[in-house]
């Protein structure tokens, strides 16, 4: 039987954070009562020309930058031309021939651990284009009834929302560079984390600011050619991303091994079935007719506005992983979870500086995991946590001096997460936390432990490794948690050897 390769190209469109749209003035807000955002522009009325939003070209020139791509000093938009009902034009306004931006690359970090690795995927280009408008289906009945917003119930009606029509899409297409649905989905994370970082889209699946199509194929290993890709449509969230993709490349196998072609195609998963399924094939393909818009004179961007949004441009989670992973010593994987967004690195950073670099770690530790845990848990996000970052370095600080047990600072944690004290230290101090450090204090325990416990000694020294845990369990017992686990170790070995 054949090994099988898989390849994977991803296009994606993300909704470009613009007040207003691509060639209209009228709002982009998510939200509102159909058809209130729609001007005469998107409706396509007779007369009308557009106009281009230069807040979208910067959107454009920020992601070219970010991604170390040409920025084209003159770009061209063109007209795809198809009949829909959500396409008021009959054509939409894109890029073809000559997009705004060309190449660039960006860099993963795929899985943890020991089978951690780097993949640099190229991208072929970037243009912007205008979003078409919504149909809704039975859309009077289930929505607007009870607001008196239409006569009578219609379930058998199909409307049309304009207010999506004309809103700027930044479409990203990256080569085939992929080579599992793993890979795949660091690609999308790391783009959509990098769309947000730079400010260019909210990033909001669930609304669809961020969709991806993902194109598949399979080939046998060492074959140079790539194998037929079929395309899936429109998947909006990482989870759907991998389902999708592991079900097409089986289907895909499955299908060759069993004597068959692949055809081009384009389909649709449904997550219900966890199943890919055609929507047409490529002989149903449209003809676009591209051609360029003669209302739109080509687009000149010029070196002084490219260093301008240069200039403005933060600094980038890549330029951001690499100082963790040098300055700090972080892993690549923390590295990377830690710029997963702004929010999240701004608030490390601050821990650390707090907390000294030295505690680095200790802090990536604490904000990845349990802090992350607790937000997950509680359904908030990290603007919102109890816990500020002033709070946790002052915990880190105390596990680091030793005042107490990373166990103990989970008691801590969970009391300023309350708002029961101020710093980590004033709920130590009240509630009487820090950690017994006497040895003194400690060995009389650990005398009691031994007198109290002479079956689990007997079995110790008969051999029993577990019964030094127990030993060790009913001393941090007696000490309700606090004693050193270090120093009852030594001192319960030193006694028992005695
Ligand atoms: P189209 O013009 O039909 O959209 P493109 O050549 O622009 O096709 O490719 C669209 C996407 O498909 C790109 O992301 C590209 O990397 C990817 N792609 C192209 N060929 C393959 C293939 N054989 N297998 C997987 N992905 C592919
Ligand atoms: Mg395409």
């Not at 490529?282 to 000149?300: I, Q, S, T, V």
Request: charged share 25%; glycine share 8%.
């Amino acid at each position: 039987m054949n090994q099988w390769e898989v390849v994977i190209g991803i296009e994606t469109h993300a909704q470009l954070a613009t007040v207003s749209k691509i060639f209209s003035g009228a709002a982009t807000a998510f939200g509102a009562q159909p058809n209130t955002q729609a001007c005469a522009v998107d409706l396509a009325l007779p007369g009308v020309l557009p106009v281009l939003n230069r807040k979208a070209v910067e959107c454009a020139i920020r992601f070219g930058l970010a991604i170390d791509a040409e920025v084209a000093k003159r770009s061209v938009f063109a007209r795809k031309n198809y009949f829909y009902p959500d396409l008021p034009k009959g054509y939409q306004i894109s890029q073809m021939d000559l997009p705004v931006v060309v190449g660039g690359t960006i860099t993963l970090q795929v899985g943890h651990g020991d089978k951690a690795y780097e993949k640099v995927v190229r991208l072929t280009r970037a243009h912007l284009e205008e979003d078409a408008g919504k149909s809704i289906h039975g859309y009077f009945a289930e929505k607007y009834v009870e607001d008196d917003y239409v006569e009578g119930p219609s379930s058998d009606h199909t409307g049309i929302d304009l207010n999506r029509a004309g809103t700027p899409l930044l479409e990203i297409v990256s080569e085939p560079d992929m080579r599992s649905s793993d890979e795949a989905v660091a690609y999308a994370k790391t783009l959509h984390a990098l769309v947000r970082w730079i400010g260019i889209c909210d990033g909001n699946m669930q609304e669809g600011s961020f969709r991806c199509d993902a194109n598949v194929s399979v080939r046998p290993k060492g074959q140079a050619e790539f194998g037929t890709r079929r395309e899936i449509k429109n998947l909006n969230s990482f989870r759907f991303l991998k389902e999708a993709i592991d079900y097409e490349v089986q289907w895909q196998i499955n299908e060759i091994e069993e004597g068959r072609n692949i055809q081009q195609a384009t389909v649709l998963f449904d997550p219900d079935s966890g199943e890919t399924r055609m929507m047409r094939s490529k002989e149903d393909a449209h003809d676009y007719r591209y051609f360029p818009d003669p209302d739109l004179l080509p687009l000149a961007i010029s070196a002084d506005w490219i260093a301008r949004v240069k200039n403005e441009l933060p600094e980038l989670p890549q330029q951001m992983r690499e100082r963790f992973s040098n300055d700090l010593g972080l892993s690549a994987y923390d590295a990377t979870t830690l710029t997963a967004s702004q929010e999240m690195a701004q608030y490390f950073e601050s821990t650390v500086a707090l907390a000294g670099a030295v505690n680095a770690k200790l802090c990536a530790n604490w904000v990845m995991v349990d802090l992350a845990a607790r937000l997950n848990k509680e359904g908030k996000e990290l603007g919102e946590s109890p816990v500020s970052a002033a709070h946790l370095a002052g915990l880190v600080q105390r596990i680091a001096d030793n005042t107490i047990s990373n166990n103990i600072a989970k008691k801590v944690f969970d009391a300023l997460w309350h708002g029961e004290g101020a710093t980590a230290d004033e709920v130590i101090e009240r509630q009487g936390l820090k950690q017994i450090t006497d040895s003194g204090a400690i060995a009389v325990l650990v005398d009691e432990v031994l007198t109290a416990n002479a079956a689990s000694v007997a079995e110790f020294r008969a051999g029993k490794e577990k019964a030094f845990n127990a030993l060790v369990g009913q001393v941090m017992k007696a000490a309700k948690g606090k004693a050193n686990p270090q120093q009852v170790n030594d001192l319960l070995r030193q006694k028992l050897a005695g």
